[in-house]
């Protein structure tokens, strides 16, 4: 009996049972805290879906249907994702003021948090590529001088091998990439806007895409150096030829009427 009353008040067992203590209220917390969490969380997204889907029956079921099943003035917009509804609403792009061949880009009729929501609400009709993170197109995390070789690569067929853009059939034309966001040139690569191709990660993986916007931060911006001086617009060949043919030929044909009329008067004197 006198070991049995010693076990019980061994100065360990208090400790013991304090530590059981604590695993108890530890996993209650686990238990219950996160479904809280989840909870609060869902009950946001599910009124930011509700709130995008009034916004779309206004301003965009007109032309895609009244569930995004698309019609004749729209595409479909079940799989588009999150990302393709902040490029094209946040740049302006949509709603679109008149049909036409593109959709150019223009002052953006939602406020952000207006886009978010519409984004969500598109997000809920089908999978598809989500708004990237911050760091995803962080031009300081890019290499620009790989940027600038993968952009040779893939897009300047197009958008011209300085970014300023160019013409292609029917009307259509690829926009110049001047002072454009770093965010919507990551959506534009990633959900293939109009008449853009797609690059998913699986073609032009994550580091690529900051590669390239950190070479069109460097090269395309307001305050980007130019060391080369007049640019004549940047459009390669074609402006440098007419330049060379119309300035350079003409000062030449001037040169030598020039030098005929100084001869001619020479000879008379």
């Known amino acids: 009996m006198k070991k049995l009353s010693a076990r019980r008040r061994h100065p360990l067992a208090v400790f013991v049972v304090l530590l059981i203590a604590l695993a108890a209220t530890g996993g209650l917390y686990a238990a219950f805290a996160p479904a809280d969490e989840a909870q609060a969380d869902t009950t946001a997204q599910s009124l930011a879906i509700e709130e995008g889907e009034a916004l779309y029956r206004v301003g965009c079921s007109s032309c895609h249907g009244r569930s995004g099943e698309g019609g004749s003035d729209g595409p479909s917009?079940?799989?588009?994702?999150?990302?393709?509804?902040?490029?094209?609403?946040?740049?302006?792009?949509?709603?679109?003021?008149?049909?036409?061949?593109?959709?150019?880009?223009?002052?953006?009729?939602y406020t952000q948090a207006e886009i978010d929501?519409?984004?969500?609400?598109?997000?809920?009709?089908?999978p598809g590529p989500a708004v990237p993170?911050?760091?995803?197109?962080d031009p300081a995390e890019g290499n620009a001088a790989r940027g600038g070789e993968l952009f040779r690569m893939n897009c300047s067929q197009c958008h011209n091998f300085t970014g300023q853009g160019g013409a292609l059939t029917n009307g259509k034309y690829a926009p110049g990439l001047d002072n454009v966001e770093p965010i919507y040139i990551y959506e534009a690569m990633l959900t293939?806007?109009?008449?853009m191709p797609s690059f998913p990660d699986?073609?032009?993986?994550?580091?690529?895409?900051?590669d390239i916007i950190a070479w069109l931060n460097e090269v395309n911006t307001s305050?980007?150096?130019?060391?080369?001086?007049f640019t004549l617009g940047g459009?390669?060949?074609?402006?440098?030829?007419?330049?060379?043919?119309?300035?350079?030929?003409?000062?030449l044909v001037a040169l030598t009427v020039w030098i005929g009329a100084r001869s001619a008067k020479a000879r008379k004197s």
Request: charged share 15%; proline share 11%; net charge negative.
């Open 77 to 109: 917009l079940v799989g588009v994702g999150p990302a393709a509804v902040h490029f094209q609403v946040g740049t302006g792009r949509m709603p679109l003021q008149n049909p036409g061949a593109q959709a150019p880009e223009k002052p953006r009729a």
């Open 117 to 126: 929501q519409l984004a969500a609400y598109i997000g809920s009709l089908g």
């Open 133 to 137: 993170e911050a760091s995803a197109y």
């Open 192 to 195: 293939g806007p109009q008449n």
């Open 202 to 210: 699986t073609v032009l993986p994550e580091q690529e895409k900051r």
């Open 223 to 229: 305050e980007s150096a130019n060391p080369g001086g």
């Open 235 to 251: 459009f390669g060949p074609v402006s440098e030829g007419l330049f060379a043919w119309t300035f350079g030929i003409g000062a």
